[in-house]
């Protein structure tokens, strides 16, 4: 039976070195005391952190309090500095912190001459501080190393042929310091171009719907995407979406006639082989474009 005992105890080891689920008390309190977490002992790298909702774990002037796992936050993780020294999470590329719906990261105190309360994730250094991702981020959101603090949290994004047009449609659950959204089309899905940017809510925790109309959509199949851009310059490309337009070739000019230089030109079929040019009232070519040798008449 003791031998039986002690096996059962180096797995409990084994499988706390590799991975473990930490939940802290609900009470919450300091990330480094042991007394915070049920099982009476701090996180160590490889578990699943979760903060429970009505819980607050606290990071107190701590410059290098170092952690490689995820965070689930449904309570408050908050970095609080009270003197000189900030309080700073770095975690690795691999690491990521879920602020889910009614949690979130706060930050008290702000910075000293050593810097700012900040949480760095792999190359994201920050990932979130106190100034960039203001004071408080609320869930739904991502912290993570490729988008920072993500901007918003998307619903969905579709596109629908409506005759000769196709109609873009999203939506958000949450927008956290918020700009705008670009949306991009490609004819191939890897080269995009922007086609139109809309401003959104900044700050929402509701639902969000979003309608954009190609009203000169490309022949064939087109590829669309939506970037999201945070406040501070942070941005978030989600997946694309494709649909494919049967119809004839056509092209427009705008403004048409034009006293001006400006003009816009649309054609929904570009390849290698295609060229158009401009020509004023008189005849006269004033514009042409060509992207092969062309000889013109």
Same mark, same amino acid.
């Given at each position: 039976?003791?031998?039986?005992?002690?096996?059962?105890? #180096?797995?409990?080891?084994?499988?706390?070195?590799?991975?473990?689920?930490?939940?802290e008390?609900?009470?919450?309190?300091? +990330?480094?005391t042991?007394?915070t +977490? #049920?099982?009476?002992?701090?996180?160590? $790298?490889?578990?699943?952190?979760?903060?429970?909702?009505?819980?607050? =774990?606290?990071?107190?002037?701590?410059?290098?309090?170092?952690?490689?796992?995820?965070?689930?936050?449904?309570?408050?993780?908050?970095? &609080?500095?009270?003197?000189?020294?900030?309080? &700073?999470?770095t975690? %690795?590329?691999?690491?990521?912190?879920? #602020?889910?719906?009614?949690?979130?990261?706060?930050?008290?105190?702000?910075?000293?001459?050593?810097?700012?309360?900040?949480?760095?994730i792999?190359t994201n250094?920050?990932?979130?501080?106190?100034?960039?991702?203001?004071?408080?981020?609320?869930?739904?959101?991502?912290? $993570?190393?490729?988008?920072?603090?993500?901007?918003?949290?998307?619903? /969905?994004?579709?596109?629908?042929?409506?005759?000769?047009? =196709?109609?873009?449609? +999203?939506?958000?659950?949450?927008?956290?310091?918020? %700009?705008?959204?670009?949306?991009?089309?490609?004819?191939d899905?890897?080269?995009?171009?922007? #086609?139109?940017?809309?401003k959104g809510?900044n700050?929402?925790s509701?639902?969000?719907? /979003?309608s954009? =109309?190609d009203?000169?959509?490309?022949?064939?199949?087109?590829y669309?995407?939506?970037?999201?851009t945070?406040? $501070?310059?942070?941005?978030?490309?989600?997946?694309?979406?494709?649909?494919?337009?049967?119809?004839?070739?056509?092209?427009?000019?705008?403004?048409?006639?034009?006293?001006?230089s $400006?003009?816009?030109?649309?054609?929904?079929?570009?390849?290698e082989?295609?060229?158009?040019?401009?020509?004023?009232?008189?005849?006269?070519?004033?514009f042409?474009?060509?992207?092969?040798?062309?000889?013109?008449?």
């Amino acid at each position: 039976m003791k031998n039986i005992l002690s096996l059962i105890f #180096i797995i409990a080891l084994s499988i706390r070195g590799y991975s473990a689920t930490i939940t802290e008390t609900a009470g919450g309190g300091e +990330w480094t005391t042991g007394a915070t +977490w #049920i099982g009476g002992s701090a996180p160590v $790298d490889g578990d699943v952190v979760v903060i429970l909702a009505g819980s607050t =774990v606290t990071i107190t002037d701590n410059f290098g309090l170092a952690f490689n796992g995820t965070i689930s936050v449904s309570g408050t993780l908050s970095l &609080v500095c009270t003197g000189f020294v900030p309080a &700073v999470l770095t975690m %690795d590329a691999a690491s990521a912190i879920s #602020i889910l719906s009614g949690g979130q990261i706060t930050s008290g105190g702000g910075g000293t001459l050593q810097g700012f309360n900040s949480i760095n994730i792999g190359t994201n250094a920050p990932a979130y501080n106190h100034i960039a991702d203001g004071a408080t981020v609320s869930g739904p959101a991502t912290v $993570d190393e490729a988008g920072g603090v993500l901007p918003i949290e998307l619903l /969905y994004f579709e596109a629908k042929l409506n005759s000769n047009t =196709v109609i873009i449609n +999203w939506a958000t659950t949450s927008e956290e310091n918020f %700009d705008y959204f670009t949306l991009e089309r490609s004819s191939d899905g890897s080269s995009f171009q922007a #086609i139109t940017t809309i401003k959104g809510t900044n700050e929402s925790s509701t639902l969000n719907e /979003y309608s954009f =109309v190609d009203a000169y959509p490309l022949l064939g199949t087109s590829y669309y995407r939506l970037v999201a851009t945070d406040l $501070d310059g942070t941005f978030e490309t989600f997946d694309v979406v494709g649909i494919n337009c049967e119809g004839e070739f056509s092209s427009a000019v705008f403004p048409n006639p034009s006293r001006s230089s $400006d003009v816009m030109v649309h054609l929904n079929d570009m390849s290698e082989y295609s060229f158009f040019s401009l020509h004023n009232i008189q005849g006269d070519k004033v514009f042409g474009y060509c992207p092969i040798l062309c000889v013109w008449a």
